[in-house]
């Protein structure tokens, strides 16, 4: 990742990113979904519509 992502709901560091359906943001620690907190830095998950990714 080239750049530094920025939490979307409170623009701490983003730790990951998780998109269901229609929608994806960008996260920090404290916003993510707990499927993102479960991944290890680089790891993502694809489950039907979701996706979620850790840096």
């Known amino acids: 990742m080239p750049e530094k992502m920025k939490c979307e709901y ?3 560091d983003a730790v990951g990113y998780q998109g ?5 943001a960008y996260v ?8 993102v907190r479960a991944l ?10 979701c996706y979620f990714e850790r840096f």
């Not at 269901?20 to 994806?24: E, K, L, Y």
Request: with cysteine.
């Open 20 to 24: 269901f359906g229609c929608c994806s």
């Open 40 to 49: 290890k830095p680089g790891e993502k998950l694809l489950s039907g519509e």
């Open 28 to 35: 920090c620690l404290d916003h993510a979904d707990n499927f």
């Open 10 to 12: 409170c623009d701490k």
